[in-house]
């Protein structure tokens, strides 16, 4: 019975990621098949206080270039920086995923090399809403 009040708010939490377009919008919104988003978005003042800390440096650019890094960022982290597997999750060539970790690497540093920074920033962008489809 314990389980059935953690498993009402999951599905609460689902159906308002649903709405906000958060979550894909489909007849049937299982919460097992998204646990994760479930988790990051669950406190949502939070996480945005945690992506206006980790995705700082985006925030140089004009709007329209700091969603095709952010998406690339996402891609790369989860693609272990595979220019090629980046470049068809995007449907972007590879040179041009290439120059875009060029501008991701002089904005964020050593913090692309910090497997905990990584970390967050993955976190980060998944919360804000970026997606990298095909990963």
């Known amino acids: 019975l314990g389980a059935a009040a953690h498993s009402l708010r ?48 985006l925030d140089q650019f004009p709007d329209r270039t700091r969603r095709r890094l952010g998406e690339t960022l996402l891609s790369w982290l989860q693609n272990g920086g595979n220019s090629e597997k980046i470049a068809v999750a995007l449907s972007v060539h590879p040179q041009t995923v290439r120059y875009r970790v060029r501008q991701l690497r002089q904005a964020f540093g050593d913090r692309l090399d910090d497997p905990e920074a990584r970390f967050a920033m993955q976190a980060a962008l998944r919360a804000s809403g970026f997606r990298s489809s095909g990963a």
């Open 10 to 57: 999951w599905a609460r939490t689902a159906l308002r990621l649903v709405a906000d377009g958060a979550l894909p919008d489909a007849p049937v919104t299982w919460c097992a098949d998204h646990l994760t988003d479930l988790w990051l978005l669950s406190d949502a003042p939070l996480a945005e206080q945690v992506a206006l800390r980790q995705l700082a440096p």
